[in-house]
């Protein structure tokens, strides 16, 4: 599976930004997630989706700001990022895995190339 995300960019302390991820073929064998990794810390999985998208997880440091959806149908899924922190720094990575808990581990089996997301305070 090679996924591509978009979407990333420089935004004000207290913005929103939406991430997508379009993967290259039928995705609804896998379940979703988005990755971050900030310099000089260890990757972190920041939001996971199941693959119905019945079910979702987040990073604490994320609840109630982050959502996670995806469109099976259009093998894209999404972040809504609202209320971003400069902490929100990273590079933002889409990940598939038929395992969910590899996913909340950090550890997918298939990541695409990440996109920049900058949080101006």
């Known amino acids: 599976v090679q996924l591509q995300a978009s979407g990333g960019g420089l935004v004000q302390a207290g913005g929103s930004l939406r991430l997508s991820c379009t993967a290259s073929r039928t995705f609804g064998y896998y379940g979703m997630g988005w990755l971050r990794q900030a310099p000089g810390k260890e990757r972190e999985s920041v939001a996971v989706?199941?693959?119905?998208?019945?079910?979702?997880n987040y990073a604490d440091s994320v609840k109630g700001r982050f959502t996670i959806s995806r469109e099976n149908a259009k093998n894209t899924v999404y972040l809504q990022m609202d209320s971003v922190k400069p902490e929100d720094t990273a590079v933002y990575y889409c990940?598939?895995?038929?395992?969910?808990?590899?996913?909340?581990?950090?550890?997918?089996?298939?990541w695409g190339q990440g996109t920049q997301v900058t949080v101006s305070s």
């Open positions: 990940a598939a895995d038929s395992s969910y808990s590899d996913l909340l581990n950090a550890y997918p089996d298939y």
């Open positions: 989706i199941s693959k119905s998208g019945g079910s979702t």
